[in-house]
């Protein structure tokens, strides 16, 4: 007879993955944390980790084993603010929360909020390449999500629109380790639920929107009020820096890659692709986490009851052992299998929109612009769960 194998403890490590350095550049950081094991205790913040391809895509499926219901976050206080948006909870509550989202964003309301997309594509793309220079971000990036979600969503046309974005960022970096850079960004979160509890009422909402849709449901008792504003919260988030993130971080890698323009611009099938490439590489939101719900064993390494689990799908989405040569820029890898729109029940809801986005942006682009380069240094700020640009200045002709 066999015995029976004894699962070992994880590898530690005090590498501080939230430390600035780390957050500006984080890959060779994931690359060693994949070496030292399929899971990793990363001692500096009490956290096992996963940052292999495999393993975390077994632990996004397997929500029974490794939950959201205690938050998604790397802090109490968060998790606590959290407690009813859609990403926090399981199954079965979660799909019902889940059923408004996708009632709220079926296609016939996303093509009455969005028009016509490749139209309004097809103006920006004009005016920036009459320019020659402008700010991938703030330019090419932001402007369709800013006009499209936001009018999706519902929040009303005014100056509050450029905050949210600055809110939102403030959120996620709250959603982080607890320490200085989490506890400062407080106030955004404050100034977020704010805005959403005293100026994007129901009553001020735009006619037809998630918003709308989401508060209906509210009022049938589907879901509680607390529900529906979380509701708004998580869509204001997920549903607007990730997207601008995505674009603004392929704009970046086809502008750092001619050869991979030229074959963008030779064959504009390639876009979609593009755009899953861009993702794969530079992965919006890079990390959240989940608590086991019972002892588990992953490859042989044991993982106690109520551990709270760092999923890295930034680290995920870099693994060679998933992905040949991964760190390359490849416009023809079309990685249909990235982490970076999440997998499971709490895939995102907004993929559609947000590939529709970038596909016209990009397939316009392609058709007016022969040239894409740098016209100067990217400015990046560092946060906990997002990877994003603050400006990009391109030039195109």
Known sequence: MTAARTPTAAPRTDLELFATDALLDPFPHYARLRDLGPVVHLSEYDLY????YEQVRAALVDWETFSSAQGIAMNPTANEL???SVLSVDPPRQRTLRKVFDDALRPKYVRKVAGDIERLAGELVDDLVRRGEFDGV???ACKLPVEIVMDLIGFPRDEHRAD????ALGAFNFMGPPGERQESTFPDVQALMRYLVTEATPDRLLPGSFGQIVWEAADRGEITGNEALMAMSAYACAGLD????????TLWLLALHPDQWRAVRQDPQLVPGAFLEGVRLETPLQAFSRVTTHDVEIDGVAVPRGARVLLSYGSANRDERNYPDPDRFDVRRNPVDTLGFGVGVHTCPGRTLASMEAHALFGALAERAVTLELAGEPVRSPNHITRSLDRLPVRVS
């Open 138 to 140: 703030a330019d090419f």
């Open 164 to 167: 949210i974005l600055r809110w």
């Open 49 to 52: 980790g996963l940052f292999r």
């Open 82 to 84: 959290s407690a009813d």
């Open 242 to 249: 990730t997207t601008i993130a995505g674009v603004a971080g």
